[in-house]
């Protein structure tokens, strides 16, 4: 007798709005756990809005993430910030010519960067402000990856601001409203970019976090943010604009960022990151991400550090 509360691969895939193909090597990659009956996958609906929110305990980064010697030969191992449209560029490169397996771990911008100091990556995805130098990532490349050769190509610009339900009750509409009374955040974990982006401003701004309800509560994602905000357990986050549409709900822009992939130069010279840097110049993939709010491909597939005329 099959468990009615279970849902199949199609009411899974809908939930998770990815493809049953990306769903199936979710769990073949162990990201998403799933039951076998008889020949059939099914879901637990609990489970997977815990992967929405990033709450899926996963192993160590070490276990997580292949050794070379152990991937196939179209294999990139990705670690870094989660965006909806690194999601895109994963599914667009499964179905080009080369087939590439961009194998994702979403930790964070820090640690995609010491992953890719370790030889634990062959990309990461990073968005770290410096309010010392005013910049995006490159700062944070200098410290973290002193000596080496790296190259740094956009692959988006997007909007971050308040998300909370429709109405804004709290009247929730710049920065400063963090700390407004009666008010409870939703924060992002430590190492993220949006983190340090919020430590930034409270730090300048001489705000202490124990004066803000809820800046020890920390979910991993974007979506988690959303999803925390949409069950009602808490009254705002700060998000991308795409995951506050797609759950309905309401967003004040805060400001706008720069979402960088950065590599060693030795990955830039293989046909795979050729392959990448295919689809993100292609009109039918800037056109994709235009569907998405919030987003900016002005200087998507533009190089930023390492440009290929040095390669």
């Known amino acids: 007798m099959v468990d009615e509360s279970l849902l199949t691969a199609e009411?899974?895939?809908?939930?998770?709005?990815?493809?049953?193909?990306?769903?199936?090597?979710?769990?073949?990659?162990?990201?998403?756990?799933?039951?076998?009956?008889?020949?059939?996958?099914?879901?637990?609906?609990?489970?997977?809005?815990?992967?929405?929110?990033?709450?899926?305990?996963?192993?160590?980064?070490?276990?997580?993430?292949?050794?070379?010697?152990?991937?196939?030969?179209?294999?990139?191992?990705?670690?870094?910030?989660?965006?909806?449209?690194?999601?895109?560029?994963?599914?667009?490169?499964?179905?080009?010519?080369?087939?590439?397996?961009?194998?994702?771990?979403?930790?964070?911008?820090?640690?995609g960067l010491i992953a890719l100091y370790r030889r634990k990556a062959d990309i990461a995805g990073v968005h770290l402000w410096d309010d010392q130098t005013e910049e995006y990532n490159l700062p944070f490349i200098h410290y973290v990856l002193p000596g080496e050769s790296v190259v740094v190509v956009n692959l988006v610009q997007r909007i971050q601001g308040w998300?909370?339900?429709?109405?804004?009750?709290?009247?929730?509409?710049?920065?400063?409203?963090?700390?407004?009374?009666?008010?409870?955040?939703?924060?992002?974990?430590?190492?993220?970019?949006?983190?340090l982006r919020l430590d930034s401003f409270l730090r300048i701004n001489g705000i202490s976090p124990a004066a803000i309800d809820g800046y020890q509560d920390e979910e991993n994602t974007h979506m988690g943010i959303a999803c925390r905000v949409a069950n009602g357990e808490a009254d705002a986050g700060i998000g991308v604009q795409s995951v506050a549409n797609r759950l309905g709900l309401d967003f004040v822009p805060l400001f706008n960022e720069r979402y960088d992939l950065i590599c060693l130069k030795e990955t830039s010279q293989t046909k795979l990151w050729q392959n990448i840097m295919s689809i993100l110049t292609s009109d039918h993939f800037q056109h994709a991400v235009h569907s998405f709010a919030g987003y900016d491909t002005t200087l998507t597939g533009t190089y930023l550090m390492g440009g290929k005329d040095d390669l």
């Not at 160590?60 to 910030?81: A, C, K, M, W």
């Not at 999601?87 to 640690?111: A, C, R, T």
């Not at 709290?170 to 993220?192: P, T, V």
């Open 11 to 111: 009411e899974a895939a809908k939930i998770l709005k990815i493809s049953k193909y990306t769903l199936y090597e979710l769990v073949k990659r162990g990201g998403i756990p799933a039951r076998r009956i008889g020949r059939q996958l099914r879901f637990d609906r609990d489970v997977l809005q815990k992967y929405l929110r990033g709450n899926i305990e996963q192993p160590p980064l070490s276990e997580q993430i292949t050794d070379i010697n152990q991937r196939n030969s179209q294999d990139l191992r990705f670690v870094g910030s989660h965006d909806p449209v690194l999601e895109l560029l994963i599914e667009f490169l499964k179905h080009s010519s080369e087939k590439i397996n961009l194998l994702p771990s979403f930790k964070g911008s820090m640690d």
């Open 163 to 195: 998300i909370f339900r429709p109405g804004n009750h709290l009247k929730i509409n710049a920065w400063e409203d963090i700390a407004k009374k009666g008010l409870r955040f939703i924060n992002r974990q430590k190492g993220s970019g949006t983190r």
